[in-house]
């Protein structure tokens, strides 16, 4: 009997050890499920957090800010700032203009969302880049062209006519043709431009409408990415030359000379200048941007 009640006790005792181990393990995984959990929400909330900043267009602001800042402030010799054709992209690639937002979310091209994202990827390769639409378009003034009455921001508005007043007292009469152009009508212009070379929507991601596709893109930018949505880039005429044969004229001869002298005082810059790499359409010598004589001078 003693030894069954000793061997009982000692049954029980083992059962107590493995009852306690049990919950040791059990409280250990428990542990480990809240550690990791833990562990997890750490990581997605810092993940998130580098995320974060892609709403930047106040920080782009901050970016040109400073950019403007540092090229008045530190710069000792004043004079004409000198640009090559890229250094005119990447200058102005880096601005973000008063009464304007950068494009974030890319517009609507078409009925299909895989065609819009093949066409962004080809006008993406050859350099284009969602630019930025103007903020209040209550602020812009009209101003005369070819084509009737259309809107500028109202610095480069003013600057146009000064830039005019300066070429007509050289004899040279230059006029505009194009200036502010919404998103919705650059997508007309676009579309257009897509059924003008016969580009097949339904066959564009299989990489057979390419050509044309190209064609298109080597004068048209898709929605949301035409500086003229800034309401800062001009399209300038020359009476007496044709649109596309700009780079001919007496205008432009007097506006190139001495590294763009005179367009730069005013503010204005070559928007598509001809010694440049992947720039989005060919080189547009009769497209200019304002972007404020301040910027131009050292
Ligand atoms: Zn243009």
Known sequence: ?????????????????????????TVTA????????VASYIFIVSS?????????????????????????????????????????????????????????NPPKITDDI?????????????????????????????????????????????????????LS???IDMRLTSV??????QLDVFLNQLAFEGVNIAQ??????DDKLEKVLATSAPPGYSKHHSGYGFDFFCPGFEFRNFKNSTCHEFLVADNYQAAKDYGFIPSYPSETDLQGPDPEAWEYIWVGSERLIN
């Open 169 to 171: 007292r050289e004899g």
């Open 114 to 166: 895989l065609a819009d994202e093949y066409i962004r990827k080809v006008a993406e390769d050859r350099g284009y880049r969602l630019r930025s639409v103007v903020n209040d378009t209550q602020l812009l003034l009209q101003v005369d062209t070819e084509l009737g009455a259309a809107s500028a921001q109202p610095r480069a508005a003013d600057a146009w006519v000064q830039l005019e007043a300066s």
């Open 48 to 104: 998130n957090t580098v995320k974060a900043p892609d709403t930047g267009s106040e920080e782009l602001v901050a970016i040109d800010e400073t950019t403007a800042e540092e090229q008045l402030t530190t710069t000792v010799e004043t004079g004409p700032r000198q640009f090559t054709d890229n250094e005119f992209k990447i200058f102005f690639n880096n601005l973000l203009q008063s009464n304007t937002e950068r494009v974030v």
């Open 204 to 209: 564009i991601t299989n990489g057979s409408q």
């Open 1 to 25: 009997m003693s030894v069954d009640i000793k061997a009982e006790t000692s049954s029980s005792s083992k059962n107590q050890k493995k009852s306690v181990k049990r919950r040791l393990l």
């Open 30 to 37: 428990l542990l480990l499920c809240v550690l990791t959990a």
């Open 180 to 185: 502010y152009r919404s998103v919705s009508e």
